[in-house]
């Protein structure tokens, strides 16, 4: 059995108030404490509570609540603010003075009097150079500015927001360029600034390379800030979504002192929205010139060619003409002597085609005599038997031809009983009247 003295034994609210005496008389004067804010939220009066914890690669070392209390909340908050441009949020890691307090009921915490700004800034810096080490060690660094593109960026996939001044001096200066270069743009809003910036502007970049054949570039505007206004330009998620995208981005995010992270990693980073208008502009212009100087180049080549090939040309035609005069006069020479040869030719042949000719002659003219004479005698012959077998001459023999109705009838059948005859002698002709027939062999017909 345990033994104890009745003055040495404490009640729970006695301890945690010797607790509470005994840290106090340890953080009299306070600390400086670093630690990576994990959870932040205000309450209705006015106090601000904090999860403070301290990692180490993603490994939970230690952990504590803190607290700002209302009554200097403003103070320290707007003091942190006027340095970074930022409130308060998760993932920042912050120097801050604080004391220990311990509550009988919520246990121990760290009141927070003041943060160290430039302690966030600073912090900011060397995760913004690991995560460009990074970038360089994966090969993401240079990646966009490799991409083949076109020499003129017309066909524009815009990221900004609606009420962002860049977005209207960008619009406005495309449209009011000097040249009348024609310039379409699509609008794809986003949060440019805060703990939503980052994952809005990776969605509309998201968007974008759904549409990517429509454009020739991706350009990302907003108007000037201060530094910590463009930190989500610093992080890595989206510094390697633009390092592999399929099209060039041009970012003018419009801080003048320093680059973001995604200014390195673009195809082109420029200060302002209107710069970024104005690079535009000047590539259309300087495509432009090329074009032109390609063309007074081709110009120039062209003529030059023309005048080699016009000297070429005539002397080509002065020899030509030189050769035709040579062949010609050749050929006049061999012509003449064809003539000559075919004149002398052509009476030889002359002559002896006439010689044929008049031999020919000679001996038609004796065949056409003779057949002259054989014709003469088969015509007298046919003269003779024509005289003989004519009609006249064989009626004048006593013979007779009979017609019925104007025709010759030729055998005693064709004739009937009291037809009308017409009998034709040598002298003259007798009209009868049939009376009877009778043929060979045959009964008399009645």
């Given at each position: 059995?345990?033994?104890?003295?009745?003055?040495?034994?404490?009640?729970?609210?006695?301890?945690?108030a010797?607790?509470?005496?005994?840290?106090?008389?340890?953080?009299?004067?306070?600390?400086?404490?670093?630690?990576?804010?994990?959870?932040?939220?205000?309450?209705?009066?006015?106090?601000?509570?904090?999860?403070?914890?301290?990692?180490?690669?993603?490994?939970?070392?230690?952990?504590?609540?803190?607290?700002?209390?209302s009554?200097?909340?403003?103070?320290?908050?707007?003091?942190?603010?006027?340095?970074?441009?930022?409130?308060?949020?998760?993932g920042?890691?912050?120097?801050?003075?604080?004391?220990?307090?311990?509550?009988?009921?919520?246990?121990?915490?760290?009141?927070?009097?003041?943060?160290?700004?430039?302690?966030?800034?600073?912090?900011?810096?060397?995760?913004?150079?690991?995560?460009?080490?990074?970038?360089?060690?994966?090969?993401?660094?240079?990646?966009?500015q490799?991409?083949?593109?076109?020499?003129?960026?017309?066909?524009?996939?815009?990221?900004?927001?609606?009420?962002?001044?860049?977005?209207?001096?960008?619009?406005?200066h495309?449209?009011?360029?000097?040249?009348?270069?024609?310039?379409?743009?699509?609008?794809?809003?986003?949060?440019?600034?805060?703990?939503?910036?980052?994952?809005?502007?990776?969605?509309?970049?998201?968007?974008?390379?759904?549409?990517?054949?429509?454009?020739?570039?991706?350009?990302?505007?907003?108007?000037?800030?201060?530094?910590?206004?463009?930190?989500?330009?610093?992080?890595?998620?989206?510094?390697?979504?633009?390092?592999?995208?399929?099209?060039?981005?041009?970012?003018g995010i419009?801080?003048?002192r320093?680059?973001?992270?995604?200014?390195?990693?673009?195809?082109?980073s420029?200060?302002?929205?209107?710069?970024?208008?104005?690079?535009?502009?000047?590539?259309?212009?300087?495509?432009?010139?090329?074009?032109?100087?390609?063309?007074?180049?081709?110009?120039?080549?062209?003529?030059?060619?023309?005048?080699i090939?016009?000297?070429?040309?005539?002397?080509?035609?002065?020899?030509?003409?030189?050769?035709?005069?040579?062949?010609?006069?050749?050929?006049?020479?061999?012509?003449l002597?064809?003539?000559?040869?075919?004149?002398?030719f052509?009476?030889l042949?002359?002559?002896?085609?006439?010689?044929?000719?008049?031999?020919?002659?000679?001996?038609?003219?004796?065949e056409?005599?003779?057949?002259?004479?054989?014709?003469?005698?088969?015509?007298?012959?046919?003269?003779?038997?024509?005289?003989?077998?004519?009609?006249?001459?064989?009626?004048?023999?006593?013979?007779?031809?009979?017609?019925?109705?104007?025709?010759?009838?030729?055998?005693?059948?064709?004739?009937?009983?009291?037809?009308?005859?017409?009998?034709?002698?040598?002298?003259?002709?007798?009209?009868?009247?049939?009376?009877?027939?009778?043929?060979?062999?045959?009964?008399?017909?009645?």
């Amino acid at each position: 059995m345990v033994e104890y003295q009745e003055n040495s034994v404490f009640s729970l609210s006695q301890l945690t108030a010797l607790i509470a005496e005994w840290l106090d008389s340890l953080s009299v004067q306070g600390f400086w404490v670093v630690a990576e804010i994990a959870e932040i939220r205000r309450n209705r009066n006015g106090h601000c509570y904090l999860e403070l914890v301290e990692k180490e690669e993603d490994i939970l070392r230690a952990k504590m609540d803190g607290i700002i209390w209302s009554s200097n909340y403003q103070e320290v908050v707007t003091s942190f603010e006027e340095v970074t441009g930022e409130s308060l949020k998760v993932g920042w890691k912050i120097l801050f003075w604080g004391r220990l307090r311990f509550h009988p009921i919520y246990g121990l915490s760290l009141e927070i009097k003041k943060i160290d700004p430039n302690f966030s800034l600073g912090e900011m810096m060397r995760k913004r150079q690991e995560v460009l080490a990074r970038l360089e060690g994966e090969g993401l660094l240079d990646l966009n500015q490799l991409l083949p593109v076109s020499p003129v960026f017309q066909k524009i996939a815009v990221i900004s927001s609606p009420t962002a001044a860049g977005w209207e001096d960008f619009t406005t200066h495309l449209v009011q360029n000097p040249f009348g270069y024609k310039f379409s743009w699509q609008f794809y809003p986003a949060y440019l600034q805060g703990e939503e910036a980052e994952t809005s502007i990776k969605e509309a970049l998201a968007a974008i390379e759904k549409e990517k054949e429509v454009f020739d570039c991706v350009v990302i505007v907003r108007g000037g800030g201060s530094r910590v206004d463009l930190s989500c330009f610093d992080g890595y998620d989206l510094a390697r979504d633009i390092a592999l995208f399929p099209l060039p981005v041009i970012t003018g995010i419009g801080h003048q002192r320093d680059k973001a992270v995604a200014d390195y990693v673009a195809y082109q980073s420029l200060k302002t929205p209107t710069a970024v208008a104005e690079f535009l502009i000047n590539r259309a212009r300087d495509f432009e010139l090329k074009i032109e100087e390609s063309s007074k180049i081709i110009e120039r080549r062209a003529r030059d060619i023309l005048e080699i090939e016009e000297a070429l040309l005539n002397n080509w035609f002065n020899r030509f003409i030189h050769l035709v005069r040579e062949s010609t006069k050749e050929e006049e020479g061999k012509l003449l002597r064809l003539e000559d040869r075919w004149a002398t030719f052509s009476s030889l042949l002359i002559r002896e085609e006439k010689k044929k000719i008049d031999n020919l002659w000679s001996k038609m003219c004796q065949e056409t005599k003779n057949l002259i004479k054989d014709q003469e005698l088969k015509l007298a012959n046919q003269i003779r038997t024509v005289r003989i077998l004519d009609p006249t001459n064989v009626l004048k023999r006593g013979y007779s031809l009979t017609f019925q109705n104007g025709q010759l009838i030729k055998r005693v059948e064709n004739l009937q009983k009291e037809n009308s005859i017409l009998t034709q002698f040598f002298d003259g002709w007798v009209k009868s009247e049939v009376q009877e027939v009778q043929w060979k062999n045959q009964k008399t017909k009645s």
